[in-house]
């Protein structure tokens, strides 16, 4: 069992995992300090050169995705997908609002990805195809702070909807 959590580290977002069975901290993603991916051979990993800026949004996938498991969002409004050892890194997509409106939410279903974004005037959410990016849906609102998807696939006990 991991546990997810975003932490600032000398002025830089970082995102860390904690095995709850070994009780070891590791940082999985950050955009300044190397990542330690020490365990796979560097042409393998592509997370830690890619000097992503993060923002402190992140959904971690309990679907049977593979690979693509952590979602996380940067600092420029891009969506972006890492494996759980923070190796492997890929931008799913980059948000409409990417000049206007900061994204406050991030949660990830079995078939989409959902983010709110929001400004002191108004807000929004996105639904985006998990598989092409493609925006399915946009709802808009006030003081939307958090998105929260539930779907059969998404939940540890499916069979008791």
Known sequence: ??????????????????????????????????????AFPVAECNCSVARLQLDGNFAVDTTEAEPERVFFTTQHHEIWAS??????????????????????????????????????DRSKIYTAAKSSGDILSVYRGFSLTKVVPYDEQSQPYSGKL
Not at 19 to 38: G, N, Y
């Open 83 to 120: 494996d759980l050892n923070g190796c492997r890194c890929w931008k799913k997509m980059s948000s409409p609002e990417s000049t206007e409106l900061a994204i406050t939410s991030l949660a990830v279903g079995s078939r989409a990805i959902y983010w709110v974004t929001q400004d002191v």
């Open 1 to 38: 069992s991991l546990l997810f959590w975003t932490q600032s580290l000398s002025g830089n977002i970082a995102l860390v995992s904690y095995s709850l069975i070994d009780r070891l901290p590791r940082t999985l993603l950050t955009s300044h300090v190397k990542a330690s991916t020490s």
